[in-house]
């Protein structure tokens, strides 16, 4: 067996303590960057200016300069909350009434989507959704008749109303009311 010298000895060690360090530098990217994103799009600019916390938010329609988004799709209008289950419920109710696609989707704040509701699966029934923490909730009212416990991964997250339109200046006067029946509101609120 072959002995190594300590030159080659101190460049194994080099070699495996930047392959150590590659490897956690990933990890930590990997971990922080859909959470910085998010944290971004909850807190930002953009946010504090639609004032969206546990209130319902309509941005205006997508053209060709809009950018917020990488890539947004002009055929969808959006609808946006922040909510924060952290201090107890929130209420989100929605009764868009229309034969066309729509969908709410909800993202924890590391990104992940975690609960999605369309046009299909709500069939002409209006949304009501009760948004909890995880655990115990010994603050909560009680839940209203009718609505459907959604637990939250995370202590904020952020709501995603789409409503599709082949035509938004020949539909407007349909999608925008059915997008703005979209309230988010604390408990009891």
Request: charged share 15%.
């Amino acid at each position: 067996m072959r002995t190594w010298t300590n030159p080659q000895r101190l460049w194994f060690y080099r070699g495996l303590t930047l392959l150590a360090t590659a490897i956690l530098v990933h990890l930590l990217v990997v971990w922080a960057t859909p959470r910085l994103i998010m944290n971004r799009l909850m807190s930002g600019p953009a946010a504090q200016a639609m004032n969206m916390r546990n209130q319902a938010a309509f941005p205006p329609a997508v053209d060709a300069t809009a950018r917020r988004v990488v890539m947004p799709s002009p055929d969808l209008l959006y609808s946006v909350c922040v909510f924060d289950v952290s201090a107890g419920p929130v209420r989100v109710r929605a009764n868009p009434g229309l034969p066309s696609y729509w969908s709410i989707a909800l993202y924890a704040a590391n990104s992940d989507n975690f609960f999605v509701l369309n046009d299909r699966q709500a069939g002409a029934a209006p949304v009501d959704l009760w948004l909890v923490s995880e655990g115990p909730n010994p603050r909560d009212p009680a839940v209203p008749p009718g609505a459907r416990v959604v637990v939250s991964p995370s202590a904020q997250g952020f709501l995603l109303m789409r409503v599709l339109t082949a035509d938004y200046e020949a539909e407007k006067a349909v999608v925008e009311p059915a997008r703005r029946t979209l309230q988010c509101s604390r408990a009891g609120a």
